[in-house]
């Protein structure tokens, strides 16, 4: 393995346009003779770093793959019995090289461009089936981030949706028996929110004192599987909102929180063959009663259709998101856990309703028989009725029994002094469970003699009957399925996906190797240190890459979203403030032209959001900035910048702004998620910021696996350290760290090699290059459309920076084509859209990201002209914007091969604009996707099958 398979430099084949003949062809189009020559220009003097990145030279894939093993081989696995929410599973191998490994699946983008999501929307749907039909209840999202964080979320949606008069304002009851990370997380988002959380014994009655809502857990921390159908009904006599965090495997044999009475279920499905990842990334759920829905954080799939009436899965009710509702919205959350969802939903496609019920019947069979054991032997148990989780007490002896079952390979959760607990899971054997025995001083297992559930919480009631969930049984019949739905996609391995603000690039296969390796992805995040030392080195020696490329002082990347790493960052600036007793400085300025998680995250922060203007060149306005500041010197928090801003300029003036916040008093946020414009070249901690967040799912390589798992560390300079995210598992909170953000330490750690490796392949050169490239191929498409679609905002010599937007509004003016309509006609070029219609309303953004070969781009920019073409067509009355191809497209294969067709234009124009179309197509599965009428009448779930064969029937 020493010897070098291959001589090129990895950068060489993560950069696309990277033959000299290519950059010259590039160069001469924007008018320039060298890259560093264009940067020079388009990279203000003012914020240029001066000296290169320190960081260890470019490794060879094979190289990186050596140290990978070297760190995977510091960490020790065992039979990981810890539970406290996180338990092994066996993620079936169908599933995790098809869908996990596959990057038609992982490289694919969030679906907001419908019509070429048809596939994950359907895999996301049946998630939000299984969920519903789990809890017993009838809406469901498509995702949150992590457990903790859905109970803070249910929380926060309680604190809306109660509208008793006298409960509303009321306090907020945690029972004691909930996971203590996910405690740990409501009490630090309450802080900052200002509203009272109690933590009390539920079990044993409501407290007094007017309450918003309560959080019950089923099964318990403990393991405790107790009836709450009283409690329930005392908290809604009472005006209280109610949520279960419940198990999804447990719920196959016990009652659903829906049938007890509950408005809100949350949970996580990790357990449903997710690998544990050392704490994540692994996909939350949520699900409501009926009424909730608009209330509902994250994103969720519904049922619509297509302009030829044939029903089409699209992302629903997204008025409730950031991106409109900015800092009114229901959540700051935008990347969640797709991927992880799509695993969950898989592995209940491949069990079916018997296979679940069966797994969760031996789980609980196991874990009785390990109880009959330690009975047997005298140990008391806390609780005689569980599922698969047993809370031991063992008087001054748990360390010794820790240490006994460590000794045999295996983890147990040490609670304190006294008391040990056990948590048994899919891939339990007897074996392992006479071996915990032993280690608590009991002798091997026997039979199972009692502690059957108790008839009072036995589920009664089917679940997962949809077809789905029962004919894909065979491996077989599963692989095709998600082929099938895979195929229905446009993702990454098939076009580039010039979304600007999300940067595309390169997943490479090599960066993605380690994720699946035992060694990392079979680690308990509250694995014992000694454990786990490859992936704390790993972790640190990441963090402090990111710290010197960004030019901060540390870093944390516990985050597990760009919109987390926002929220850590603004709550890291209000610790600061209140170490120096400002607690009026709660006002965060956020220009116009702002991503909506800003706002979203800084309400979250109990903080006041101003709105600074834009001014006509895209920039900061600052006569108004000059005035918001003047207003609100006394109680200024901090602005929350972009940069470069999200229309794609760099602000000559920055450290000017930065310079004017100071003075007031103010921190400076600098919105990372474009660092793919910076790397190598400027460094927010140097040229003014106190704080940002970077986004791993972007600049960093992560794939964004249809809406995420994502990573959003925070960097921060040195005074803010002491405010950077604790641990949520700490008993007590931490000295010098500030309120956990994620439910275990390191977040989503289980996709952070992917980074850790792309950064050893680059190394400081070759990460300062992909920068230079960026700008090239940026530049080098706003010269080539400007002409045909005017780039709206330019800096220093006319360049942008690592993105352009294209104003089509005059177009559409002219010619009533839409934006939308040219971003659906490209479908038919077999391209993903850019982003449409963000920052500024009818444009798009491209970004190209270094990682596209000029050929791709050129083939970007003939579709581009061609349809530019298409709209003088209108423009000539060749057809009427109605009876265009844009407004018509995408194009299925039905719509062309149809025998009435009654078109102004040719079949051939339809499906083949272009020549090489002929050989390489890509047919959309659904045409022209009608949203509104989605939201007019939601469907959630998965719809009956009749709906697909008869689409007379689902027009009612
Ligand atoms: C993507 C993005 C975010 C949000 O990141 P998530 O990981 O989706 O939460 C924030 N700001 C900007 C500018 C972004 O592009």
Same mark, same amino acid.
């Given at each position: 393995m020493t010897v070098q398979s291959t001589p090129t430099a990895f950068a060489d084949r993560h950069i696309g346009a990277r033959r000299q003949a290519d950059v010259d062809t590039m160069l001469k189009a924007i008018g320039y003779d060298s890259v560093d020559g264009l940067v020079?220009?388009?990279?203000?003097?003012?914020?240029?770093?001066?000296? %290169?990145?320190?960081?260890?030279?470019?490794?060879?894939?094979?190289?990186?793959?050596?140290?990978?093993?070297?760190?995977?081989?510091?960490?020790?696995?065992?039979?990981?019995?810890?539970?406290?929410?996180?338990y092994d599973t066996v993620t079936p191998p169908v599933i995790r090289r098809n869908i996990l490994e596959a990057p038609a699946w992982y490289?694919?983008?969030?679906?907001?461009?419908?019509?070429?999501?048809?596939? $994950?929307?359907?895999?996301?749907?049946?998630?939000?089936?299984?969920?519903?039909?789990?809890?017993?209840?009838?809406?469901?999202?498509?995702?949150?981030?992590?457990?903790?964080?859905?109970?803070?979320?249910?929380?926060?949606?309680?604190?809306?949706?109660?509208?008793?008069?006298?409960a509303k304002d009321g306090k907020t009851v945690l029972d004691a028996d909930l996971l203590p990370?996910?405690?740990?997380?409501?009490?630090? $988002?309450?802080?900052?929110?200002?509203?009272?959380?109690?933590?009390?014994?539920?079990?044993?009655?409501?407290?007094?004192?007017?309450?918003?809502?309560?959080?019950?857990?089923?099964?318990?921390?403990?393991?405790?599987?107790?009836?709450?159908?009283?409690?329930?009904?005392?908290?809604?006599? $009472?005006?209280?909102?109610?949520?279960?965090?419940?198990?999804?495997?447990?719920?196959?044999?016990?009652?659903?929180p829906g049938e007890q009475g509950a408005d809100v279920a949350v949970g996580t499905a990790q357990r449903f063959g997710v690998p544990l990842f050392f704490g994540g990334p692994h996909a939350a759920y949520m699900a409501v009663r009926e009424g909730m829905e608009r209330t509902l954080p994250g994103r969720i799939v519904g049922v619509s259709k297509d302009n030829a009436g044939v029903p089409a899965y699209r992302l629903a009710l997204q008025t409730r998101e950031?991106?409109?509702?900015?800092?009114?919205?229901?959540?700051?959350?935008?990347?969640?856990?797709?991927?992880?969802?799509?695993?969950?939903?898989?592995? %209940?496609?491949? !069990?079916?309703?018997?296979?679940?019920?069966?797994?969760?019947e031996t789980v609980h069979? !196991? %874990?009785?028989?390990?109880?009959?054991?330690?009975?047997?032997?005298?140990?008391?148990?806390?609780?005689?009725?569980?599922?698969?989780?047993?809370?031991?007490?063992?008087?001054?002896?748990?360390?010794k029994v820790i240490a006994a079952a460590e000794a045999r390979g295996i983890n147990l959760r040490l609670i304190d002094a006294d008391t040990v607990g056990v948590s048994v899971d899919e891939t339990t054997t007897p074996e392992v469970l006479s071996a915990v025995a032993v280690a608590f001083g009991a002798g091997p297992v026997g039979h199972a003699a009692g502690f059957e559930l108790p008839a009072s919480v036995v589920r009664t009631s089917d679940f997962l009957q949809h077809p789905v969930f029962n004919t894909h049984r065979s491996e077989t019949q599963?692989?095709?399925?998600?082929?099938?739905?895979?195929?229905?996609?446009?993702?990454?391995?098939?076009?580039?996906?010039?979304?600007?603000?999300?940067?595309?690039?390169?997943?490479?296969?090599?960066e993605m190797e380690a994720i699946s390796w035992p060694e990392f992805a079979s680690i308990h995040p509250f694995a014992p240190d000694h454990q786990t030392a490859g992936w704390r080195e790993l972790i640190e020696d990441l963090e402090a890459d990111l710290t010197e490329i960004t030019g901060y002082d540390q870093v944390s990347i516990q985050p597990n979203a760009g919109s987390q790493g926002e929220l850590a960052g603004l709550l890291a600036i209000r610790g600061y403030h209140h170490s120096r007793g400002d607690q009026q400085r709660t006002v965060c300025l956020i220009p116009a032209s702002a991503h909506g998680t800003n706002a979203a995250s800084a309400v979250l922060a109990g903080m006041k959001v101003v709105v600074v203007a834009t001014a006509a060149d895209g920039t900061i306005d600052h006569a108004d900035l000059t005035a918001k500041i003047e207003a609100n010197k006394d109680v200024l928090s901090c602005i929350m910048i972009t940069y470069p801003s999200t229309h794609g300029v760099y602000d000559a003036d920055v450290r000017d702004v930065c310079d004017a916040i100071h003075a007031a008093g103010g921190q400076v946020y600098v919105d990372g998620a474009n660092l793919n414009a910076l790397v190598g070249l400027a460094q927010p901690g140097k040229f003014g910021g106190d704080v940002?967040?970077?986004?791993? !799912?972007?600049?960093?390589?992560?794939?964004?696996?249809?809406?995420?798992?994502?990573?959003?560390?925070?960097?921060?300079?040195?005074?803010?350290?002491?405010?950077?995210?604790?641990?949520?598992?700490?008993?007590? =909170?931490?000295?010098? =760290?500030?309120?956990?953000?994620? %439910?275990?330490?390191?977040?989503?750690?289980?996709?952070?090699?992917?980074?850790?490796?792309?950064?050893?392949?680059?190394?400081?050169?070759?990460?300062?290059?992909?920068?230079?490239?960026?700008?090239?191929?940026?530049?080098?498409?706003?010269?080539?459309?400007?002409? =045909?679609?005017?780039?709206?905002?330019?800096?220093?010599?006319?360049?942008?920076?690592?993105?352009?937007?294209?104003?089509?509004?005059?177009?559409?003016?002219?010619?009533?084509?839409?934006?939308?309509?040219?971003?659906?006609?490209?479908?038919?070029?077999?391209? !993903?859209?850019?982003?449409?219609?963000?920052?500024?309303?009818?444009?798009?953004?491209?970004?190209?990201?270094?990682?596209?070969?000029?050929?791709?781009?050129?083939?970007?920019?003939?579709?581009?002209?061609?349809?530019?073409?298409?709209?003088?067509?209108?423009?000539?009355?060749?057809?009427?914007?109605e009876k265009s191809p844009l407004r018509n497209a995408p194009h299925t294969a039905a719509a062309v091969v149809n025998s009435d067709w009654d078109r102004d234009y040719p079949r051939e124009q339809a499906a083949f604009p272009v020549h090489h179309l002929k050989q390489d197509k890509y047919f959309p599965p659904v045409g022209r996707i009608d949203g509104a009428a989605g939201d007019r009448n939601l469907v959630c779930s998965c719809p009956p099958l009749e709906a697909f064969e008869n689409t007379a029937d689902f027009e009612n």
């Open positions: 020079e220009v388009a990279v203000p003097d003012s914020i240029r770093q001066e000296t %290169a990145l320190k960081l260890q030279d470019a490794l060879t894939e094979v190289q990186v793959l050596a140290e990978l093993r070297k760190l995977a081989s510091k960490n020790k696995t065992a039979v990981q019995m810890i539970g406290q929410g996180y490289t694919a983008y969030t679906p907001y461009q419908p019509e070429i999501s048809q596939g $994950r929307l359907e895999a996301l749907l049946n998630f939000q089936t299984m969920v519903q039909d789990l809890t017993g209840l009838p809406v469901a999202n498509a995702s949150l981030l992590d457990e903790a964080t859905a109970v803070a979320e249910a929380v926060l949606l309680m604190r809306r949706a109660n509208k008793s008069k006298t990370q996910t405690i740990a997380i409501v009490k630090g $988002r309450a802080e900052a929110l200002g509203f009272e959380v109690e933590v009390t014994d539920l079990s044993a009655g409501l407290p007094d004192g007017e309450i918003n809502g309560i959080v019950l857990q089923q099964p318990g921390v403990s393991g405790r599987v107790f009836d709450h159908t009283a409690v329930i009904a005392d908290a809604k006599e $009472r005006g209280a909102l109610v949520t279960v965090a419940a198990d999804l495997l447990a719920l196959t044999l016990i009652t659903p950031q991106h409109i509702r900015r800092e009114k919205a229901t959540s700051n959350i935008c990347t969640a856990q797709a991927l992880l969802a799509i695993v969950a939903s898989m592995y %209940a496609v491949y !069990h079916g309703p018997e296979g679940l019920k069966a797994i969760a069979g !196991h %874990a009785r028989v390990l109880a009959s054991a330690l009975q047997k032997a005298g140990r008391e148990l806390v609780s005689e009725t569980f599922f698969d989780t047993l809370t031991v007490r063992v008087p001054g002896k748990a360390e599963l692989l095709r399925y998600i082929r099938k739905l895979s195929d229905r996609d446009l993702a990454l391995d098939r076009t580039m996906i010039p979304l600007g603000s999300c940067t595309m690039k390169l997943n490479a296969t090599a940002s967040h970077l986004n791993l !799912h972007k600049t960093f390589c992560i794939p964004h696996g249809g809406g995420g798992p994502g990573v959003g560390p925070v960097a921060a300079k040195a005074h803010l350290a002491p405010f950077m995210p604790g641990d949520a598992n700490k008993a007590v =909170h931490e000295e010098g =760290h500030g309120v956990a953000i994620s %439910a275990s330490r390191y977040g989503s750690a289980g996709v952070l090699p992917i980074s850790w490796a792309y950064v050893k392949l680059m190394g400081g050169q070759g990460l300062t290059e992909a920068t230079k490239s960026a700008l090239l191929a940026a530049n080098y498409v706003a010269s080539r459309l400007d002409e =045909h679609f005017p780039v709206l905002y330019t800096g220093e010599g006319g360049l942008v920076a690592h993105e352009c937007i294209l104003d089509l509004r005059e177009l559409t003016a002219r010619t009533g084509v839409t934006a939308e309509d040219v971003a659906k006609r490209l479908i038919d070029f077999g391209f !993903h859209a850019p982003t449409l219609a963000f920052p500024v309303a009818g444009t798009l953004m491209v970004e190209p990201t270094e990682s596209e070969d000029l050929a791709e781009i050129d083939r970007f920019i003939e579709a581009m002209i061609t349809i530019r073409a298409e709209i003088e067509q209108v423009a000539g009355g060749d057809f009427t914007v």
